[in-house]
């Protein structure tokens, strides 16, 4: 059973930082991609960032880079994401997916496996 777990979320002033972590365990495949998501109340989901398992490409929503950084660890399937110069614009709940492939993940699925998500909120 594939199980995806995110970790990190919190209150920040802005301008603050915040780390997201996120661990994908029982992953049976290779060349999958893991990304972060988010959706603000009354938004659409939006794609955050991406990683690819087999070369490390990344990938960043426009309103993000710059600010935010993307960095796995394969032999724990891990994936982080570094969240600087946070801004109100920013709060939402960030979930951890994985999909298939980086251009997958880029156009935001299918999302093979996700998390429940975690609580980012940036006070003005």
């Known amino acids: 059973e594939v199980q995806v777990v995110e970790s990190g979320g919190g209150l920040v002033q802005t301008g603050g930082s915040l780390r997201l972590s996120c661990t994908a365990s029982g992953l049976f495949f290779d060349g999958y991609a893991m990304g972060w998501f988010r959706q603000a109340p009354g938004k659409g989901r939006e794609g955050v960032s991406c990683i690819s398992s087999s070369d490390g490409t990344t990938s960043y929503a426009h309103f993000v880079k710059g600010r935010f950084t993307i960095s796995s660890d394969n032999a724990k399937n891990t994936v982080n994401l570094q969240m600087n110069s946070l801004e109100p614009e920013d709060t939402a709940i960030y979930f951890c997916?994985?999909?298939?492939?980086?251009?997958?993940?880029?156009?935001?699925?299918?999302?093979?496996?996700r998390g429940q998500g975690t609580q980012v909120t940036v006070s003005s």
């Open positions: 997916a994985v999909a298939v492939d980086l251009t997958t993940c880029n156009n935001g699925g299918p999302l093979s496996y």
